[in-house]
């Protein structure tokens, strides 16, 4: 069997939208039919992103940098520096996986 190449999809603003559209992907039969979808972000805000969504969030593969774990409350459609900070931290991590073709 072929292993299939991992994809790291950044969750992006925990407080916007990112969260579902990134789960919804993550969660789609034909995106893992074609690659292994890592979520990188957050796990908090994925697991309320999959209860938005009615995905089952032990079926997602997370990756929370450090730097990107949030322990406030996060406030939809609020901006908030931290939960910018943790954004940032996310996608540079996404793009340190990728570079390090993990």
């Given amino acids: 069997m072929i292993a299939l ?3 790291a ?3 992006g603003d925990a407080a916007g ?3 579902e559209i990134a789960v919804k992907a993550a969660a789609d039969a034909r995106v893992r039919a074609r690659c292994r979808p890592v979520l ?3 796990a908090g805000a994925v697991g309320r992103a999959a209860a938005l969504c009615g995905v ?3 079926g997602l593969e ?3 940098p450090a730097d990107a774990a949030l ?3 996060v406030r939809p459609g609020v901006a908030d520096g ?3 900070r943790a954004t940032l931290a996310a996608a540079r991590a996404a793009v340190e996986m990728a570079m390090a073709g993990k």
């Fill in 5 to 7: 190449p991992v994809i």
């Fill in 9 to 11: 999809i950044p969750i």
């Fill in 17 to 19: 939208i990112g969260p």
């Fill in 40 to 42: 990188v972000g957050d």
């Fill in 56 to 58: 089952d969030p032990a």
């Fill in 62 to 64: 997370i990756v929370t």
């Fill in 71 to 73: 322990t406030g409350d």
């Fill in 82 to 84: 931290a939960v910018g």
